[in-house]
C-alpha cells in the first residue's frame, strides 16, 4: 500500500518531536518525579490542543463520537504512562525499553489485521525487523542489562506496547469521523483525568520553578501538543503498521541528542543501532518508490 509523503513526514517529524523528551527532562531540577512529568505533559498538551478544538469549532456533538474508540484511546494513552515507566523500575530501562518500544509495532500489526484487514507487506516485516534490532542494539549500548529477570517488568513492558498499539488503533478509527486536533484534543484531556485519581498526593512544587516550569511547558506544547496532531495526521493516510514502526524514529533522535547535546558517548555498538534503525526506517519513509519488497 503507498502512503502520501506528508503523511510519512508527518509520523517521522512526530517521533522526533517526542525524542527531544528525554533531553528536556535533564534540565528538570533535581528530585522531579517522572509520573508526574508524564501527566502533566498530558495535560498541559491536552488543554492547548482542546483550546484550538474549541476556537475552530472542531469537536462536533457528542453523538459524533464513538464512545468504544474514545475511552479506548483515552485509556490507552494513560495507562502507556503507568506501564512503561514502572516496567523501566521493574525490569530496567533495557528491557522495558526494548520491550515495551520493540513489540508495539508488533501487536499494531496483528491487531490491525483482525480489526482493519490490512496485512502488511514484505518491506514492512524488513523495515520492523531492521528497526527493533536498530532500537534493542541503541538500547544495549547504553544500559547494562538488569541481571535479575523480572517477569512482571517484562508483562508491564509488553503491556506498555500493547497500550500504544491499542492508542493507534483508536486513534485511526476516530480521525474516519473526526478532524486530526480535536482527535488528540479529546484523547488527551481525557487521558489526563484518568491520571488524577493515581497521582493524588504526588510532588508538584517543583514545576512551579523557572526551569520545572519550563521543562513542563515544553514537554506540554513540543513534547505531546504539536506530535499528537502530527501523529493523529499521519495515521489518516498511514496504514497501523507502518505508522507504529515509523514512530521507532524516537530513540533514533533520543540518541543522537544525547551525543549532541547531553554529552553522552555512543559506543560502536549503539552506532551500528543508529544504522539499522535508520535503514528500517528508510524503508518505510520512501514507499512511493518502486521496490521488490512493496
Same mark, same amino acid.
Given at each position: 500500500?503507498?502512503? %502520501?509523503?506528508?503523511?510519512? &513526514? #508527518?509520523l517521522?517529524?512526530?517521533?522526533? &518531536? +517526542? ?12 528530585g ?10 498530558i ?12 476556537? /475552530?469549532?472542531?469537536?462536533? #456533538?457528542?453523538?459524533? +463520537? ?6 479506548l ?5 494513560a495507562?502507556?504512562?503507568?506501564f512503561?515507566? %514502572?516496567?523501566?523500575?521493574?525490569a $530496567?530501562?533495557?528491557?522495558?525499553t ?13 491487531? =490491525?489485521? @483482525?480489526?482493519?484487514? %490490512? /496485512?502488511?507487506?514484505? /518491506? ?6 531492521l528497526a527493533?534490532n ?6 544495549l549500548?547504553g ?6 529477570? =523480572? ?18 488503533? =483508536? ?7 473526526? =478532524? ?6 479529546? &484523547?488527551g484531556c481525557?487521558?489526563?483525568?484518568? @491520571? ?5 498526593g !504526588?510532588?508538584? #512544587? +517543583?514545576?512551579? $520553578? ?8 515544553y514537554l ?5 501538543a ?8 499521519g495515521?489518516?493516510?498511514?496504514p ?8 521507532l524514529?524516537e530513540? @533514533? ?5 544525547g551525543?549532541?547535546?547531553?554529552? %553522552?558517548?555512543?559506543? $560502536?555498538?549503539a +552506532? ?5 534503525? &535508520?535503514? !528500517? ?5 520512501f514507499?512511493w518508490?518502486?521496490s521488490?519488497?512493496?
Amino acid at each position: 500500500m503507498h502512503q %502520501e509523503p506528508i503523511g510519512i &513526514l #508527518s509520523l517521522l517529524g512526530a517521533a522526533m &518531536l +517526542w525524542g527531544t523528551c528525554g533531553t528536556a527532562q535533564t534540565f528538570a531540577p533535581p528530585g522531579f518525579d517522572p509520573m508526574v512529568v508524564g501527566m502533566m505533559r498530558i495535560a498541559i498538551g491536552g488543554t492547548a490542543l482542546m483550546v484550538f478544538a474549541v476556537l /475552530r469549532q472542531e469537536l462536533g #456533538s457528542l453523538s459524533d +463520537w464513538p464512545i468504544k474508540w474514545t475511552l479506548l484511546g483515552a485509556g490507552s494513552v494513560a495507562a502507556f504512562q503507568l506501564f512503561f515507566f %514502572e516496567a523501566v523500575h521493574q525490569a $530496567g530501562v533495557a528491557v522495558g525499553t526494548i520491550v515495551g518500544l520493540g513489540s508495539a509495532p508488533v501487536i499494531a500489526g496483528v491487531l =490491525s489485521l @483482525l480489526v482493519f484487514g %490490512e /496485512r502488511p507487506g514484505r /518491506r514492512w516485516w524488513i523495515a520492523t525487523f531492521l528497526a527493533i534490532n536498530g532500537c534493542s542494539l541503541l538500547t544495549l549500548a547504553g544500559q547494562r542489562m538488569n541481571a535479575s529477570f =523480572s517477569p512482571v517488568g517484562l508483562l508491564l513492558a509488553i503491556a506498555a506496547g500493547a497500550s500504544y498499539a491499542l492508542y493507534a488503533l =483508536s486513534v485511526k478509527q476516530l480521525v474516519a469521523r473526526q =478532524s486530526s486536533l480535536a482527535v488528540m484534543a479529546v &484523547l488527551g484531556c481525557l487521558g489526563a483525568l484518568m @491520571l488524577v485519581p493515581i497521582l493524588v498526593g !504526588g510532588d508538584f #512544587s +517543583w514545576i512551579f $520553578g523557572v526551569r520545572g516550569g519550563g521543562v513542563v511547558i515544553y514537554l506540554g506544547f513540543f513534547g505531546y501538543a504539536l506530535p499528537m496532531f502530527l501523529f493523529a495526521y499521519g495515521l489518516s493516510v498511514t496504514p497501523v503498521p507502518t505508522a507504529v514502526t515509523l514512530t521507532l524514529a524516537e530513540p @533514533l533522535t533520543a540518541g543522537l541528542l544525547g551525543v549532541l547535546v547531553v554529552g %553522552e558517548y555512543l559506543t $560502536g555498538t549503539a +552506532w551500528c543501532g543508529l544504522f539499522l534503525l &535508520l535503514c !528500517g526506517l528508510y524503508l518505510l519513509a520512501f514507499p512511493w518508490r518502486k521496490s521488490k519488497y512493496s
